[in-house]
T-cell receptor, first 116, second 113 residues
């Protein structure tokens, strides 16, 4: 596609339910990132995928959060047993990579998650 | 570790005023520096970038110069418009450090007619 695509754009869920957020990166981009943006806060890094390497999960806030990337393309972020503090906009981005050098990140429109 | 510090907002200006949004960084290696902009209701998009010292990135009348000696990348525009109202994020990508793009907290700009 022309850009990074995320779905759904909005998700309202009940506390305790599981949710899955999807990201379709730009074709050919080997690096994929998930960030979280809370109201009035900056971008909080969650997880990073680079090609076939093991993902960098150092930003995941708890073991309720997990993500996978299938076939080096589409990624799914899963939040289990959602809590109200999980309410935020979840952003996905992708970029080209040359070794450890990542070029500028291209962002999707985000998924606004509201836990009620 | 790598970090980015940018001035607190909101910054409120009248149309045609001069804009400066300060950004300083800490990095282990030699980072690339970026400014992203998020217009109301939209996703983040790259505004400009610089990859080495003394480089000047520019786009849509905005400029920022990579200053290694002061570890800064301040965003400037000579004459802002109402349509520039948005949140601006300074960011870095450091191949010698975390290599994951690190963002500042964002600065909200409000431009009045």
């Amino acid at each position: 596609g022309a850009g990074v695509s995320q779905s759904p754009s909005n998700k309202v869920t009940e506390k305790g339910k599981d949710v899955e957020l999807r990201c379709d990166p730009i074709s050919g981009h080997t690096a994929l990132y998930w960030y979280r943006q809370s109201l009035g806060q900056g971008l909080e890094f969650l997880i990073y995928f680079q090609g076939n390497s093991a993902p960098d999960k150092s930003g995941l806030p708890s073991d309720r959060f997990s993500a996978e990337r299938t076939g080096g393309s589409v990624s799914t972020l899963t939040i289990q047993r959602t809590q109200q503090e999980d309410s935020a906009v979840y952003l996905c981005a992708s970029s080209l990579s040359y070794g450890r050098l990542n070029t500028e990140a291209f962002f999707g429109q985000g998924t606004r998650l509201t836990v009620v | 570790g790598d970090s980015v510090t940018q001035m607190e907002g909101p910054v409120t200006l009248s149309e045609e005023a001069f804009l400066t949004i300060n950004c300083t960084y800490t990095a282990t290696g030699y980072p690339s520096l970026f400014w992203y902009v998020q217009y109301p209701g939209e996703g983040l998009q790259l505004l400009l970038k610089a990859t080495k010292a003394d480089d000047k990135g520019s786009n849509k009348g905005f400029e920022a110069t990579y200053r290694k000696e002061t570890t800064s990348f301040h965003l400037e525009k000579g004459s802002v418009q109402v349509s520039d109202s948005a949140v601006y994020f300074c960011a870095l990508s450091d191949p010698g450090g975390s290599y994951i793009p690190t963002f500042g907290r964002g600065t909200s700009l409000i431009v009045h007619p």
